[in-house]
């Protein structure tokens, strides 16, 4: 699947945070912002994800292997918007996470029977999940979360002549996925951190999953960055329908907590 699922960017680098003062002693700043109140915790993050693209798109009949660099992507990007947001109260919270992209990459096709492949890319992808916080230490913390992630793809597949005549497809498909997994981090200074994020499911898809680790670090209590690399995969089909795409690549993410 063109890894550009996403290819945006990024990825939930949204399990941010960090700790203390001094080398693994916690006495300023905790793995995530404290709220002994009982009050509500909320955290944004908008993220850059860089990615390359890497599968097989298909529609109409019409199928072809896709081998993209994120440079190409960026050369060829009209749209692209994502973002995390998270909001917990104790140990229970809520996760979403929203993706918007739209690309135009060329691509060479195999064989001689046409000069080249266009590709008009429209996908949207939200992913909603329910967290319980599972493990809560001064420098650590492990979320687990089961939800759902939506999927929307617009697709123009058009094969350039070359010995052959030309030939083109175009539709749109969206879809639902259950998914699963966790999230976590571990605060190892008094302003870096790491970061980690896996989550697996399916349903429409035949499968869905992804992986990210990064590396963070704070300004403040209430605003850091991230740095991560992230890998998702996707292998959807249905009908002439076809979207087996990994993305791939690094990303980066500011984060806001109040």
Do not use: C
């Amino acid at each position: 699947m063109m890894k550009s699922t996403l290819f945006t960017f990024a990825a939930s680098l949204a399990a941010a945070g960090t700790l203390s003062a001094g080398p693994m002693v916690m006495t300023e700043i905790p793995a995530e912002l404290p709220r002994e109140d009982g009050g509500w915790a909320f955290e944004f993050v908008p993220y850059l994800w860089m990615p390359d693209l890497d599968g097989t798109v298909g529609i109409g009949g019409l199928s072809s292997a896709v081998d993209v660099s994120f440079g190409d992507i960026a050369d060829n990007l009209d749209m692209a918007a994502s973002g995390m947001f998270g909001v917990r109260k104790g140990r229970f919270g809520l996760l979403t996470d929203f993706l918007y992209l739209k690309v135009s990459p060329s691509f060479d096709p195999p064989g001689p029977l046409f000069s080249r492949g266009d590709l008009t890319l429209k996908q949207t992808m939200v992913d909603l999940k329910a967290t319980y916080r599972a493990v809560q230490k001064p420098n650590y913390f492990m979320d687990i979360g089961v939800g759902a992630r939506y999927f929307d793809l617009d697709l123009d597949l058009e094969f350039r002549p070359g010995l052959a005549p030309g030939v083109g497809a175009s539709g749109s498909e969206g879809w639902w996925d259950a998914v699963g997994g966790v999230r976590g981090q571990w605060s190892f200074t008094d302003r870096w951190f790491l970061t980690y994020l896996a989550d697996i499911g399916g349903g429409s898809s035949d499968l869905t999953w992804q992986a990210m680790a990064g590396l963070g670090y704070r300004f403040t209590d209430a605003v850091h960055v991230t740095l991560a690399y992230r890998y998702m995969d996707y292998d959807y089909e249905n009908g002439g329908f076809k979207y087996d795409l990994t993305t791939q690549g690094v990303g980066v993410g500011l984060g806001f907590r109040w």
